[in-house]
């Protein structure tokens, strides 16, 4: 597997909340032997798009008014 940063090689690893922030206290994940980039099931689930995603708003949408100087 690479890194989605650097291209760089990842290596399975468990990764361990110290702190008690999640439920599960050790998952298994992957970490970038380059850069630190780590990937877990939490992290890509939260990387996937949406189903209720809208699209971005831009200065010619109705939502945003466009600013005018006076």
């Known amino acids: 597997m ?3 940063r650097c291209d760089g090689l990842m290596v ?3 990764i361990c909340d110290l702190q008690g922030m999640s439920s599960d206290l050790c998952a298994e994940g992957y970490r970038c032997l380059l850069c630190g980039n780590i990937i877990d099931r939490t992290i890509l689930e939260n ?3 949406s189903t209720n995603a809208t699209e971005p708003l831009t200065g010619s949408s109705p939502y945003m008014p466009r600013l005018v100087a006076a």
Do not use: L
């Open 12 to 14: 399975s690893e468990w």
């Open 47 to 49: 990387r996937r798009p």
């Open 2 to 4: 690479t890194c989605t």
